[in-house]
């Protein structure tokens, strides 16, 4: 909710609207360009829309490269199920 409301104070939802992507970038430019680094994470637009979306991504691809890389799936899928 946090993030949600530092968009709508900042409009940052207008800026960059389509998704996935950021305006067809994956790493959005002016993406913290404001200094010192810890201020764009409350006043820079771009980077306030940035981390929920990031937010969102990294659990899935975490699951699926913790899937991916676990040597036992071999395993799993030969064992009795009890």
Do not use: C, K
Request: glycine residues 14%; proline residues 11%.
């Amino acid at each position: 909710m946090t993030w949600g409301a530092l968009m709508a104070g900042l409009r940052a939802g207008a800026a960059h609207n389509t998704f996935p992507t950021m305006s067809g970038y994956w790493i959005p430019p002016g993406l913290f360009e404001l200094a010192p680094w810890w201020i764009n994470l409350l006043e820079n637009g771009t980077t306030v829309q940035f981390n929920p979306s990031l937010a969102g991504h990294a659990p899935g691809a975490g699951r699926a490269g913790h899937g991916l890389a676990d040597p036992r799936l071999e395993t799993l899928a030969a064992a009795p199920w009890p």
